[in-house]
Structure formats: C-alpha cells, structure tokens
C-alpha cells in the first residue's frame, strides 16, 4: 500500500515542480510588464502588482516604427510557413509514397539540414544576399526562414503520409480519381494534425528568428520585432519595465496560436514522429 502510495504521488509532486517552474518565468514577466518602476527596481522582490499601470506597454508600442516591424514580422513569418508546408506536402508524399534512386541519401540530407546550426551559415548567407543587392529586404529573410522549417516539416508529414493506407488512396483512383485528387480529397484530410503542429513549429522557428535579421536588414523600417526587445536601453541600464511590456506583446500570438492548436499540435509531433 504504502508504495502504491508514493508510486502515485511522486509523478504528480514532479509534476507540479516542473509546471511551476515553466510558468513562473511567463508570470513573472507579465506582471513585471504590469508593476511600476519602483516595484520593478526594488530590493525586496513584489510578487503581485500592488498598483496596475499601462506606461511600460504603452512606452514598448510607441517606439518608432512599431506597426511596421509588426507587419514585416507577421508578413515574414507567415509567408515562410505557407510556402514550407505547400513544398514539404508534396515533397513528403514523394518521398513516403514513391521509390527512386537517392531517396534514402534525400531524407538523410534532410535530417542532417534540420540538424545544422543556422548561425553558423551567417556570414555565407550575408554575402548572397549582398551580392544579390537585396539587403534591407523581406524576401530573403522570407526564403532563409522557409529554408529552417522545412526539413522538420517535411520529416514530419512524411510519417503522417505513410501512415496513410495505399488502399485507401487506391480505392479512390479505382471510383475515378486521377492521383492529385485522391491525395487531396483522401489523404490530405488525414494529415491535418501533422500540418497544424508543424505550421506551429514553423511559426516559432521564423517569430523568434534574431541573428539573420540582425546581419541582414540595417534599416529601421526593414527590421523585426524580435530586435525591437533590444532596444530598450538607458543610461543607466535596462528598462525593465518596457522590456517585459515588449516581451510580452511577442509572445501573445504564439500563446494564442498555442491554446488553439495544442492538443492537435502535440498528436502531430508524436504521431509523425513514430509512424513511417
């Protein structure tokens, strides 16, 4: 009884350990955004706001140029997720479906992509973009963001599709269907939880994307929201404040696209990751 006992309360106790000591740190930074400047700067650590205030968020939001790192970053983000799953949709049923000469040495180059360190490439890809006369422009954060997405997106729908019966999309081409619409009226509709957790991923991965923006776009009104968090300074450091109003605008689209799709999100990551 007694280990039953304890075998019962010792993963709920771990539980909750590592519940609090995730949001904790999403707490702390929301009401930081909320507190003004003297609980902020305090000796004594203020756990809640003992008076509610808007200057820090209105602060983060007039800095200049704001609504249009909010374009430039919600135009960049999203544009790099669509194009991924419209190439990694196609690419993963080729590969899972189709049998061709380097198709194993394909998937181990994608691996190996996922794998790799961008921040490493920076400099190559600073001298593309230069040569090419396109700095200071979306379109190549656009295509480099896709490019980091990718090979996750395609592994992972590569197991959703060969997950997939063949009968099934065999049974639709003998009532009629041509193979493009016995993949998008059969075999599209079953890889939905794949496509909602990695447009999640990919969102992440492009939203929080900072060292290529940094090298590549010089010009203010060229730049992300991600390098707007750094620009909070004063002379005498910081400004907390400010910076956890910032902090805490950024993350409200992934918490909000998060709430909506994580159960389907968490069944795509471990469903893709062991079939196929």
């Given amino acids: 009884m ?39 700067i305090t000796e004594t650590p203020v756990w809640f706001p003992t008076e509610i205030t808007f200057e820090h968020f209105e602060k983060a939001v007039g800095v200049e140029h704001f609504w249009t790192l909010v374009r430039n ?9 669509i194009f991924s799953l419209f190439l990694a949709l196609f690419a993963s049923f080729a590969v899972a479906r189709m049998r061709f000469r380097g198709r194993k040495g394909l998937i181990v180059t994608f691996m190996v992509a996922q794998m790799a360190p961008w921040e490493v490439m920076v400099i190559a890809i600073y001298m593309l973009v230069r040569d090419a006369d396109m700095l200071n422009s979306l379109v190549p954060l656009t295509l480099f963001y896709m490019m980091m997405v990718l090979p996750f997106t395609l592994l992972t729908l590569r197991g959703y599709v060969a997950a997939v019966p063949k009968e099934l999309e065999e049974s639709a081409m003998v009532d009629g269907c041509t193979r493009p619409q016995a993949f998008v009226k059969v075999i599209l509709p079953l890889l939905a939880p794949g496509l909602m957790a990695t447009s999640l991923f990919g969102f992440i991965t492009a939203w929080n994307e900072f060292p290529l923006v940094l090298i590549l776009n010089k ?28 902090a805490s605008i950024f993350a409200i689209p992934i918490l909000i696209l998060f709430v909506f799709l994580q159960r389907r999100a968490v069944s795509g990551l471990t469903d893709g990751a062991v079939k196929g």
């Fill in 2 to 40: 007694k280990r039953s006992l304890f075998g019962r309360i010792w993963p709920n106790a771990l539980a909750v350990i590592l519940f609090a000591g995730l949001v904790f740190p999403v707490y702390w930074m929301f009401t930081t955004a909320f507190k003004p400047t003297g609980d902020i």
């Fill in 73 to 81: 970053s919600l135009t960049v983000t999203l544009l790099a997720v």
């Fill in 219 to 246: 010009d203010p009104e060229a730049k992300t929201l991600p390098l707007w968090l750094s620009q909070f300074q004063s002379q005498f450091g910081n400004d907390w404040g400010a910076t956890m109003a910032a």
